[in-house]
């Protein structure tokens, strides 16, 4: 059965940081044949998760796939949860959105670069870090165990987690 799967990220489209770092993911680890379609919506960062324009892409695109089923995946930092109010609010209000939707929850902790790269990254520096990540097949580099966690942890996520639902694995964990 073919699949659609719809990637929310937090980046925006000029840059695209977010599809660069998952895409890769995705590269790495499954088999993406023809029977899977993968979109982004970039939201523009994490507090636009349910803006207008979020919201009427996915379902633009869940309405426009006509070959099977369809599969929204919200990929977000944590940014500072534990010491941060604000962030812990907005990321648990995430959460609760996604889970009323319907929608899966991709978290990185704290921001994707440091997931990726092992350390946060200025916002000027960010686009070319993640274009060199991908050039220098940086990807390979990255400890499969610290994108398949359950808890927040500084420099892990959960991506393979939530994608091992849906997709085939090419690499199995020991």
Same mark, same amino acid.
């Given at each position: ?70 599969? !929204?995946?919200?990929? =977000?930092?944590? *940014?500072?949860?534990?010491?941060? $109010?604000?962030?812990? @609010?907005?990321?648990? #209000? &995430? ?21 990726? !790269?092992?350390?946060? =990254?200025?916002? *000027?520096?960010?686009?070319?870090? $993640?274009?060199?990540? @991908?050039?220098?097949? #940086? &990807? ?21 987690? !939530? ?12």
């Amino acid at each position: 059965m073919a699949l659609q799967i719809i990637i929310c990220v937090e980046a925006d489209k000029r840059s695209g940081t977010d599809n660069v770092y998952v895409g890769e993911t995705l590269r790495r680890f499954y088999e993406i044949g023809n029977d899977f379609n993968i979109n982004y919506v970039n939201m523009g960062g994490k507090s636009k998760y349910k803006a207008t324009d979020v919201t009427r892409k996915i379902k633009q695109l869940t309405k426009d796939y006509k070959l099977g089923e369809t599969v !929204v995946v919200y990929c =977000i930092d944590t *940014d500072n949860y534990e010491s941060n $109010a604000d962030h812990q @609010k907005e990321l648990n #209000e &995430i959460i609760s959105y996604t889970k009323n939707n319907g929608y899966e929850l991709v978290w990185f902790c704290h921001d994707v670069e440091e997931v990726f !790269v092992g350390n946060s =990254i200025h916002k *000027d520096a960010k686009k070319t870090q $993640a274009l060199n990540f @991908k050039k220098k097949g #940086e &990807i390979k580099q990255v400890n499969e165990k610290q994108l398949a966690v359950s808890k927040y942890r500084k420099c892990t996520s959960n991506i393979l987690t !939530v994608f091992d639902r849906y997709l085939k694995r090419k690499i199995k964990m020991p």
